[in-house]
């Protein structure tokens, strides 16, 4: 078969956050750019995401009168990498950070919102901040995107309601209090009425909110600069000619076709949340690999990295932890497929507490998803499993939902039909469905409940940090985060091990270049994302800790390509 031939200045291997600014920042420079991507539908992890960037010093905090001492970032950041700090990548991401969403806010179509309180993850260590540092995608209309979007990959189907993407924060706010607000109530109404007529026009909701609005906005951007997108085009190898690569050979409509890039090829394929093998090897939860659950796309194995490491790159596999941790529970959907539920907010909410196999608290369950799971991994083993227990009361439930599981008025029969949502009408009960001793549970419960009721946890603290605060309910007093578990029945769901994204990845300097083992710059070869190892040190300081890198190293490799263009012309017009 004769190999087809296309020639650009770029190729960009996949369509997320990265790849997507990468692109969109080397064709605002002038250059001739192509982005391919393996799955049928574009956005990749992005638009499954809750569409938050962390990047600090921005000027919508400061247009909002959010002023952080100078230099409390770049402590922050050293602070949670510890003794995997790279001062070079640290700072080139604080430095671009505010640079990159200057351009995107100024002269593309993608738009953020800066809530004035979202605290950092550990905002009670050196450099932290109650906020001014996560921002929001702002919500999109997908009709914008014309045809397109019938590829834009949609959300996560577990976080969504009758497949409707609900905005974070506000709206969320109004979904929880429609029964207890009129404002809230007249809201959800106008909400749901949209979606519907949506979807019987379109087929699918057009408000896009989140990661779904990031990766549809950033399209837009693209397809306002014609940057050409091959889906169902995976990059089979890179191509190289005297030590540089100079392009890659991809699968594009039935047929192999070499890609010649002038410039340079920008590796942005996800990371390897699916790949087996690599799991394997960097996940001490998951000793074959498959005990590990992840909501990301099917077609994130590593491509990248494999891409890179045939042509001499190395992978950092030292990170403390290969992974953005995140605990999930594993529902029946009603087709019949399983799905992947990540919990992020409901374990902050008071009246809601996490046990181990053995029915005993071992963690705050208002901390990070991250920092739950590395509690998790410690006390929850049992035998060759790593899982623990969510539970709650019926009137937490009903208030507040559990995983899954939505609050009033939506039904729960189904959850309690597969299996998902176990019940028992007392605790002894529950605690025979969950297979856990029935006294130690109660003596749990019992010992929670006695400080709970005055709304404090001298345990585990929860409800004690900034962050925690955040996710509970700020209407519930004296505490947000702690409430008593006394109103049967009483449910539980199961808690397994996830990831939201790799950590591990390919080693880059602080221009996004891939470099090899002697880390020397191999020419002509980027990588950004989730491919490149991450500049957190295998932390998760706050909300957006891989889309605001993301967003910020694609705009650093397009200008990187930029004056690499530059300085070729120089050369050539010298010779």
């Given at each position: 078969?004769?190999m087809a031939r296309h020639e650009c200045d770029v190729l960009v291997v996949g369509s997320g956050a990265s790849g997507m600014s990468a692109a969109i920042t080397a064709a605002a420079r002038g250059l001739d750019v192509l982005v ?540």
């Amino acid at each position: 078969m004769n190999m087809a031939r296309h020639e650009c200045d770029v190729l960009v291997v996949g369509s997320g956050a990265s790849g997507m600014s990468a692109a969109i920042t080397a064709a605002a420079r002038g250059l001739d750019v192509l982005v391919v991507e393996k799955e049928p539908l574009f956005g990749g992890t992005t638009a499954r995401s809750g569409g938050w960037l962390w990047i600090p010093g921005t000027r919508l905090a400061t247009e909002q009168g959010l002023r952080e001492p100078e230099g409390a970032a770049r402590t922050y950041l050293q602070h949670e990498a510890a003794t995997h700090f790279d001062p070079e990548r640290v700072d080139a991401f604080l430095r671009h950070g505010p640079e990159a969403i200057d351009f995107f806010t100024r002269e593309t179509c993608v738009q953020f919102d800066m809530p004035a309180v979202f605290p950092d993850y550990h905002a009670e260590a050196p450099g932290g901040q109650p906020g001014g540092r996560s921002m929001v995608t702002r919500s999109f209309d997908g009709r914008e995107l014309g045809p397109q979007i019938r590829q834009l990959a949609p959300p996560l189907p577990e976080l969504t309601l009758f497949g409707m993407m609900l905005g974070s924060g506000k709206e969320i706010w109004h979904f929880m209090r429609v029964f207890k607000s009129l404002e809230s109530f007249v809201y959800v109404c106008r909400r749901l009425t949209r979606h519907a007529l949506d979807v019987l026009v379109h087929g699918r909701g057009m408000t896009l909110t989140n990661g779904n609005a990031l990766a549809g906005r950033l399209a837009k951007a693209a397809m306002d600069r014609h940057i050409p997108l091959w889906l169902s085009s995976p990059a089979r190898e890179l191509v190289r000619e005297g030590g540089a690569v100079v392009g890659a050979i991809v699968d594009h409509e039935g047929r192999r076709t070499e890609v010649r890039t002038r410039v340079g090829v920008v590796l942005a394929c996800g990371g390897f949340p699916h790949d087996i093998e690599r799991r394997r090897a960097l996940f001490p939860h998951a000793p074959t690999g498959r005990e590990h659950h992840t909501p990301s796309p099917e077609g994130n194995t590593g491509d990248g990295l494999r891409l890179a490491e045939s042509v001499g790159g190395e992978v950092d596999t030292t990170i403390p932890h290969a992974a953005a941790w995140v605990p999930i529970s594993v529902t029946l959907r009603p087709d019949g497929s399983r799905g992947v539920m990540p919990h992020f907010i409901d374990r902050a909410k008071p009246g809601v507490i996490a046990v181990t196999p053995q029915g005993r608290r071992f963690t705050n369950e208002g901390n990070s998803y991250h920092d739950f799971v590395q509690d998790m991994v410690k006390h929850c083993r049992h035998g060759s499993q790593v899982f623990a227990w969510l539970l709650c009361d019926h009137r937490t439930l009903r208030t507040y939902g559990l995983g899954c599981v939505p609050p009033f008025p939506m039904p729960i029969g189904r959850h309690l039909r597969t299996g998902y949502l176990r019940r028992g009408h007392t605790l002894e009960e529950l605690a025979h469905a969950i297979g856990v001793e029935p006294a130690t549970l109660r003596a749990t419960v019992d010992r929670f409940n006695e400080h709970a009721r005055r709304g404090e946890d001298p345990d585990f603290g929860k409800g004690s940090r900034a962050y925690n605060r955040y996710q509970g309910d700020a209407q519930h007093r004296p505490n947000p985060c702690v409430a008593p578990l006394e109103n049967g029945p009483y449910y539980a769901i199961r808690l397994l091990i996830g990831d939201i994204g790799t950590f591990a990845g390919l080693r880059t300097d602080a221009r996004t270049r891939v470099l090899d083992a002697q880390r020397r710059p191999i020419p002509g070869l980027y990588a950004v994302g989730n491919d490149a190892a991450s500049i957190m040190g295998g932390n998760y300081p706050g909300a957006g800790i891989t889309l605001g890198p993301a967003l910020t190293f694609g705009y650093i490799a397009g200008c990187e390509l930029a004056e690499a263009a530059t300085r070729t012309q120089a050369v050539r017009a010298a010779a």
